[in-house]
């Protein structure tokens, strides 16, 4: 594989394997999809387009996405559900500096206990990610959903 | 291309004659991406966690997939519907012996004959497939459906 | 990469960057994705299979799909909202002359300006694409969508 090529599948399995972390339920392997020093951050197509610097959900390091997972199996609050994405082709923005700039488009469904499916976030993501050695981590994580309904339930990380 | 990529190519092309094949309704082609000796199971998210070992579906043969479709064109009993699938980037468990584990998610919508669509399905699909010579052909699949609802028309393939 | 390699990488990019100039509402971008002289054209699965030659939505130069734009940003009739698309993956059928055959499975989701989401459509596109030479550029763009329930508010181009 010439180096663009190895570059391209690296990313592209490091979504897969993010993808299949939250919809298989192993949360607490999540936050080692980022580097330490990270920012994860959900957000709405129109907060973004409007330059709102702040999210729906917000982190800025790795213990904070800890935290959060810890909290969410403590509190045991929510209807049990799960999710199941689909992440289209990617685009890789720029590489520089052994970070690459990517953008993705995704569907998520949410499957409740009961069995009811639901088409229930679209949106893409914008991220950047070390590149420079394997296994490649999210050094920032920017989901813009499309609709500005934020469901109560946006519990489960995207 | 590297073997590497070579064999995650004729997988992708496999998993997207299988998905087409569907969908364009040439059902009776279906059988053609197993071998003889092949093991086709659909099953439910919480069936599959509780271990528990049968499904929705089962065939143990290409035969009885060929039977399966020799019925569902006899009986004529459905409702007209077809399907459309995304299936999103492939996992490649592990190689050997001639034969590749394969994960992947997937989302079916079901259109009825009214127009009417909707998301039909979602889950992921886990394959163990025949990958020493071309064309590749299914060994076991394993379709695992997010939802327990199972939709008395499920008849198509998955 | 091999040259099969670097064709498709350079249609999944030519998909990849349609998708996202749709998605992201830049659509005075739109036609510059086909050559001069184009076909473009939507219409249902049903007209598709009975061979009607016309479609909801036809176009045959990238002029009328610039007048198209045009027309859609002055009327501005529609209530707002976006598409979300997924694109399956692609198989592409027949490459001749410069002139690859390539068909693919799409998803789109619409998002209404109250945050509504819905799956708007499936279906899947059959294009005939100029490969000679970057830019790959769309010379025939057929949309094959699978419900002939076609909504009034089909405006945005797929």
Same sequence: chains 1, 2, 3.
Avoid at 32 to 60: K, M, N, Q, W
Avoid at 101 to 118: C, K, L, P, Q, W
Wanted: hydrophobic share 45%; net charge negative; charged share 25%.
């Amino acid at each position: 594989m010439t180096d663009e090529a190895a570059l391209r599948r690296g990313i592209e399995d490091l979504f897969a394997a993010y993808v299949e972390c939250i919809d298989e339920g192993r949360l607490e392997e999540w936050p080692d999809f980022f580097v330490e020093e990270c920012r994860y951050r959900i957000t709405s197509r129109a907060d973004h387009e409007a330059g709102l610097p702040h999210g729906v959900v917000y982190a800025a390091s790795r213990g904070m996405l800890l935290d959060r997972i810890t909290a969410l199996r403590q509190a045991n609050l929510l209807e049990p559900h799960h999710y199941r994405h689909i992440v289209g082709p990617i685009r890789i923005r720029s590489v520089a500096n052994g970070v690459a700039e990517v953008a993705a488009n995704f569907f998520a469904a949410r499957i409740m206990h009961d069995g009811g499916t639901s088409l229930f976030a679209t949106g893409r993501t914008l991220d950047r990610i070390a590149v420079a050695r394997a296994p490649y981590r999210f050094i920032e994580r920017l989901v813009i959903l499309d609709s500005h309904k934020i469901d109560t339930l946006l519990v489960i990380p995207l």
